[in-house]
């Protein structure tokens, strides 16, 4: 069966969506995501959603899905590449997407991954201070 | 159309085509086809000929004009039109280089037809029935390259007068200008969403000092191009609101759910925070220059 | 050379979904409807063939250009012999969801549309139509 690949990338895991999803595709790629984030450790998950022409509520919610299973497993979670057709689709539609973080392209979902792995390393290096302290 | 008399006009039209060709080019030449310039006349006997050759070959099939036996003409004849149309020809103009084949037609069918008035009269009209019929998709397919034309016109006035402005790397400006129809404001829309996308910027900020008036519908569109811009991972600012509009849209129970500033300055002032820039004072003050202020 | 007939596909499958908005976006595309156009028409097709899909199981979309003077577009007409919807308001609503997910679906699809139907019997089934043109 197809699948979505799924690649690392330093402490992010990158998904690049590829034309038309069925549905059997993308509660495939939630369980191979979850996977492979408790496998890896990875603290970062990329998905570029720029080849994809129309976003229903379904994958919409495939989305928000990953997101919040992903910061459950301590991953922050980025979708890049909507395109304009969609996102006035998707506001049309009535989807919000609210839980989902999103950056126009790679480079700077890439950014906002490092940002947020920079704060959560600092982040522990207080709780350790507070620890020892 | 019966079947044989499709085939009778056939014969004619295949046995005399070339007389047939010459009276048509003949009527073409006197008429306003070649006037102005517009058309060479090797253009255009090339395309009576064409045309001639097509419609003997359609003819022999037997069908109607809206059958697939005809779709070399229909295509020929749309291509013709379009062009003349974007040569600035006259409907009437262009119909013309069907109608005046009729002419030249009917001779032929009196010169073939013998002494059978009723098989000529017969014949006359079913090539009336064809040639209006070959005419009137002429027009058609004239009148709809206009109204594209029209369209393309329409969408670039709506693009020119919104222009997207880079105010710097990652920041873009949005003046809006005159009165927003919901037309309008989609192409704009769909234009700033394309900017944010074509300059990787994560800020635009929509003027809108040069609006006389925002209603709802507008307000509504505003907010729902803010939303589109933050479901791409982008965000917008509003400036420009004049005392009025605020007091209106106050009164309407509108909500901007969107940061608004006075000012196109504020907004990029602000803009230029959340991107994590400032801008500092050089060693030099220009002559005579005062201190214009830090944007922190 | 574009179908003047109405074309008809099964909806049985998720995968029958993915050939509906295959489908609906090459007739949005032929109707020469913009790429907006294209993408409301195409994702509402997706919600309606999904919420068949969860509502009643099985049915069909019958997909056709349409060919009105002065108007291009497509026409969607969605039909399946399930269980009706009972109360249509409610199903409009947003949110609203029996369990088997009807969610954004139907309102969400009124929304993207330039025309909206819907006929429906409790127990014998529902047909919903929506068009967009330019």
């Known amino acids: ?133 | 159309m019966a079947k044989d008399q499709g085939v009778s006009i056939a014969k004619i039209v295949a046995a005399d085509e070339d007389r047939i060709l010459a009276d048509w080019l003949e009527a073409l030449k006197a008429g306003t086809n070649l006037r102005a310039g517009r058309i060479t006349e090797m253009e255009l006997q090339t395309q009576a000929r064409d045309f001639l050759r097509h419609l003997r070959e359609a003819l022999a099939s037997g069908g109607d004009t809206g059958s697939a036996a005809y779709e070399p003409i229909r295509e020929m004849l749309g291509d013709i039109s379009r062009s003349r149309a974007l040569q600035g020809f006259t409907p009437t103009e262009t119909a013309t280089f069907v109608f005046s084949l009729k002419e030249a037609l009917f001779t032929a069918m009196n010169r073939s037809g013998g002494k059978d008035a009723e098989a000529i009269a017969r014949g006359t009209w079913e090539m009336t029935v064809l040639l209006d019929s070959l005419g009137l998709y002429t027009i058609e397919a004239f009148q709809k390259t206009r109204e594209q034309v029209i369209a393309r016109q329409q969408r670039e006035i709506a693009e020119l007068s919104t222009p997207v402005v880079k105010l710097w790397d990652g920041v873009l400006a949005l003046p809006l200008i005159g009165t927003l129809d919901s037309e309008r404001t989609q192409v704009v829309m769909e234009n700033l969403l394309q900017s944010l996308i074509d300059n990787n910027a994560e800020i635009a900020i929509i003027d809108i000092t040069g609006v006389p008036t925002v209603d709802t519908l507008v307000a509504q569109h505003l907010l729902k191009t803010v939303s589109a811009a933050r479901l791409m991972g982008a965000d917008c600012l509003i400036s420009g609101i004049r005392p009025q509009i605020a007091q209106t849209m106050v009164h309407l129970g509108v909500e901007l759910n969107v940061v608004s500033k006075a000012s196109l300055a504020d907004a990029f002032a602000l803009a230029l925070q959340r991107i994590g820039r400032a801008v500092v004072r050089t060693k030099n003050l220009p002559a005579g220059g005062t201190d214009r202020g830090r944007v922190g | ?134």
């Open chain 3, 1 to 134: 050379m574009p179908t003047t007939t109405a074309d008809i596909l099964p909806v049985n499958t998720s995968d029958d979904i993915v050939r509906v908005r295959q489908e609906v976006r090459r007739l949005a595309v032929e109707a020469g409807l913009g790429l907006v156009d294209q993408t409301k028409i195409v994702t509402a097709a997706s919600e309606l063939a999904r919420n068949l899909l969860d509502h009643a199981g099985s049915g069909v979309v019958q997909v056709a250009p349409i060919s009105e003077i002065g108007k291009r577009g497509v026409r969607l007409v969605f039909e399946d012999k399930g269980p009706g919807i009972p109360d249509i308001e409610k199903a409009l609503t947003d949110g609203y969801t029996t369990g088997k997910g009807l969610g954004l679906g139907l309102g969400g699809a009124r929304r993207l549309s330039n025309e909206f139907r819907i006929d429906t019997k409790v127990g014998e089934g529902t047909r919903i139509t929506i068009a967009r043109w330019k």
């Open chain 1, 1 to 133: 069966m197809e699948r979505v690949p799924i690649i690392k990338m330093g402490p992010a895991l990158v998904v690049s969506i590829q034309g038309d999803m069925h549905d059997r595709l993308a509660i495939a790629l939630e369980e191979e995501l979850t996977k492979t984030i408790v496998a890896t450790g990875a603290k970062g998950v990329l998905i570029d959603i720029s080849t994809l022409d129309a976003v229903d509520s379904f994958i919409g919610r495939m989305l928000d899905t990953i997101s919040s299973v992903s910061r459950i497993l301590d991953a922050d979670t980025v979708v890049v590449g909507m395109r304009p057709s969609v996102a006035i689709t998707l506001v049309e539609l009535g989807l919000s997407l609210s839980g989902v973080k999103t950056a126009l392209n790679v480079e700077r979902g890439m950014a906002f991954l490092q940002r947020r792995l920079e704060e959560a390393g600092v982040d522990r290096e207080d709780a350790r201070a507070d620890d020892d302290g």
